[in-house]
């Protein structure tokens, strides 16, 4: 007969798992490179791995192994520095090591109550990013999953706000403005909420500004529209919206002002490039992913609001069970209360941990680098006749054309890359037209790492 209990006991056998487990995390944190992976097929990992669920179990030393060998290796390093497709990451040693913490601490981080200790020290996070913004002493929020949650959650909280402040409800359909540039994540919350989107055009460098906005709402009359998302560095190709202008409109109509700044709201920490946000203290709502641009394990989104209060109407979860115990002492904080979560893990602890270890200093210069490497790869495009920069570049993100290209040669030329170990670089389109983009993340990604991609391309 087996133990019941047996899986949750301190045996020899989890002992050697421990030691085993740890051995690999180290090995893993003292790779300086790690290598680039590429995905295998779903009929290579079955031949290879085939059934791991059994009603015995495998032992856990013969599943670390198996990991190790075959799963782990079937997967892209996303912060090699040589990856710069999408938006790459690269978590420091320190908030890797802690995200191991967080998990064998087993704390619940919704309430003050269950996690008070993890949530003050997420606030402190929390409070130098909303410093950054501009954000008044007052603001305050929680970190969620990623972008698409904190942009549902923000906005979610905005149309309450909106609701809350009429006698009845508007007639048709409440709304949301943005562009296309917006990201897809707008498009899904707005069909989550039953929302509709009022498309307002771009400037010619894909920018949402105060002016425009001003017109298409001038045009369309803006009945029901309850708020305006606005970017601060898109995913395809880092522009930074007239963040000023729109903070204007905003005020004079009475509108929800949301930032998202997954991506380059981190830049905020960056005086090189701090005058193109002007205008994000005006937000209502703002979103920054520490995932991407400030060096956190997947995944984590900070969300932060200018008046948390109008958040928890919104948001604050009742039931018998949630409400007898919930308790309310001076300044405490919890975070179900502001995006749509009840269980939460302290996903804000890694980074906490890291910005403690290292100081705001050190992530300063690591934003600051990443931004004079994309100035030197933007001069070495340039300066090569067979590529032409489609995008002009506010932050870390280079589209380029190939002259001569056509969409299979960027695919192809994409696949040969990780193939031969050389990189991971994707294409992207722009104005209907297939291009290149790279995404300079890393701070170990060097000049000479985007050079040696771009020989390739000769």
């Not at 410093?131 to 942009?151: E, R, W």
């Not at 943005?178 to 989107?197: C, E, F, N, P, R």
């Not at 409400?323 to 009840?342: C, E, F, H, K, M």
Request: glycine share 10%; aromatic share 6%; with cysteine.
């Amino acid at each position: 007969m087996t133990d019941p209990a047996g899986m949750h006991r301190v045996t020899a056998e989890s002992e050697r798992l421990v030691a085993a487990a740890l051995a690999y995390v180290a090995d893993c944190m003292r790779v300086e490179t790690p290598p680039l992976e590429g995905p295998r097929t779903p009929d290579d990992l079955t031949a290879a791995v085939g059934d791991t669920i059994t009603a015995e179990g495998l032992g856990g030393e013969a599943v670390l192994d198996l990991f190790r060998a075959e799963l782990a290796t079937s997967t892209t390093s996303v912060e090699n520095p040589r990856f710069l497709a999408f938006i790459p990451t690269a978590p420091t040693h320190a908030a890797k090591l802690f995200d191991m913490v967080v998990t064998a601490s087993t704390m619940y981080a919704g309430s003050w109550r269950g996690g008070a200790g993890a949530v003050y020290a997420e606030n402190q996070a929390l409070r130098w990013l909303a410093d950054l913004a501009g954000l008044p002493d007052t603001a305050g929020g929680c970190f969620v999953q990623g972008g698409t949650v904190g942009n549902l959650s923000a906005l979610v909280t905005a149309r309450h706000a909106y609701l809350a402040g009429r006698n009845e409800r508007p007639p048709g359909r409440l709304r949301l403005a943005a562009t296309d540039q917006a990201h897809a994540s707008i498009v899904a919350a707005a069909s989550v909420m039953d929302a509709g989107l009022l498309g307002v055009a771009e400037d010619a460098r894909g920018r949402l500004t105060g002016a425009a906005l001003e017109d298409a709402l001038r045009r369309d009359g803006g009945e029901g529209v309850f708020g305006v998302v606005a970017s601060a560095g898109t995913t395809n190709l880092g522009i930074i919206d007239d963040l000023a202008g729109i903070a204007e409109v905003c005020a004079t109509r009475g509108l929800w002002m949301h930032v998202d700044g997954a991506y380059g709201g981190a830049a905020l920490a960056a005086p090189s490039v701090r005058a193109k946000f002007a205008g994000i203290e005006a937000c209502d709502s703002l979103i920054i992913d520490p995932h991407k641009w400030l060096y956190a394990p997947i995944d984590s989104c900070a969300l932060l609001y200018r008046r948390p209060e109008l958040a928890r109407p919104a948001h604050t979860q009742h039931a018998g069970y949630i409400d007898a115990a919930r308790t309310r002492v001076a300044g405490d904080w919890n975070p179900s209360d502001y995006a749509i979560q009840l269980t939460r893990r302290a996903r804000g602890l890694p980074f906490w941990f890291s910005l403690a270890t290292h100081g705001t200093r050190a992530y300063t210069e690591a934003v600051e680098q990443t931004l004079a490497v994309t100035r030197k790869a933007r001069a070495d495009i340039d300066g090569r006749p067979y590529l032409e920069l489609v995008n002009e570049p506010d932050l870390s993100v280079l589209c380029m054309r190939r002259v001569g290209w056509e969409p299979d040669d960027y695919r192809r030329w994409s696949a040969s890359l990780l193939a031969d170990g050389l990189g991971v670089v994707t294409p992207t389109e722009v104005a209907g037209e297939t291009v290149t983009r790279i995404c300079v993340l890393n701070p170990r990604t060097t000049a000479a790492d985007i050079a040696a991609i771009l020989d390739t391309m000769a």
